[in-house]
Every structure is written in C-alpha cells, then in structure tokens.
C-alpha cells in the first residue's frame, strides 16, 4: 500500500537517494543531494516535501514551493520516483496530494487561494508530460536552452 504524507526531518536521506537515482545529471553524489535536500527541506514556511512510502520505504517524493509572496502561485520544483516504482500512479498521488496541501495552508495561514501551479519539465519527457496532463496541468511555452542546454516546457493548472 502507498502512502503519501509530508517529509520529516527523518526523510532527508532517503529523499536524497531517490535524487541521486532520478537526476544524476544535477546530484551524482549523494552529499550534494543530501545538503540540497536539507536546504530545500529548511524553506518550510515557503515550501515542503511530500513523499510516497511503500512498506516503509520512501519510493517517491515531490518538492513544492510558493512564488511570489503570498500571491497563489505554487511552483512544482521536483518530483522523483524510484524507477523500481514507476508506473504505480504514485507521481499522480504525490502531486494531487500535495495540492490538497497547499490548499489548505494557503487558506488557513494567508487566507489565500492557489491561483495557478506550474511547472518546468524537459520538452522531450513524454512520460511526464502524460502524467502533468493527467494531474490538470496544461502546456504554456517551450524556453529554449535553459537546462544543460536542452529546451525545457512550462505547464501550467490554474484554478
């Protein structure tokens, strides 16, 4: 059974594994990966974690922050799921989970709506394209160049 809930302070070594495994291009090692994480997991106010567990194992994770103040919008900043766990709707799960989230705290701490969610993801990632349209999400516009010199797309769900 998956279970998703917010990442504590006890997950960071195993969200950090699950960096290496998804963007070894961006955290080939795991201390890189790990102070990332710790970094990230510190901007609490701003943002949190949400993971996937299956039998007590962290197989997935999703990283989420505000934009612009107290504004409604919310940026999807990573997501990973262990490639033994793919195919599983636990990208699915992590992202409308974690929405139901933000929902909730942007309303009871700022009295604010989410006004729209985006993303950025690699132009020739059909897999995840699939998985964004499912989750509401709608292509916007294409950047040229922005990651490793590889053309990257801007989704957007707004509410």
């Not at 917010?6 to 997950?11: G, I, L, S, Y």
């Not at 990332?36 to 039998?55: A, C, G, P, Q």
């Not at 922050?65 to 033994?84: F, H, N, V």
């Amino acid at each position: 059974m998956i279970k998703i809930r917010e990442a504590n302070e006890a997950d960071l070594k195993n969200i950090a594994e699950v960096v290496v495994v998804c963007f070894s291009n961006d955290f080939g090692d795991k201390n890189i990966a790990l102070n990332w994480v710790k970094e990230r997991f510190n901007l609490r106010t701003f943002s949190r974690y949400h993971i996937s567990e299956m039998d007590g194992k962290v197989v997935g994770y999703i990283y989420n922050k505000m934009l612009g103040g107290t504004s409604g919008i919310l940026e999807l900043e990573q997501i990973g799921i262990d490639p033994e766990y793919q195919g599983k709707g636990i990208g699915k799960m992590l992202i409308l989970e974690s929405e139901k989230f933000w929902k909730s705290y942007l309303k009871n701490k700022y009295n604010k709506n989410i006004h729209k969610f985006i993303l950025t993801t690699a132009k020739v990632n059909n897999q995840a394209h699939n998985l964004y349209a499912k989750c509401g999400f709608k292509y916007e516009c294409t950047i040229k160049n922005l990651y490793y010199g590889k053309d990257e797309e801007i989704w957007v769900k707004t509410y």
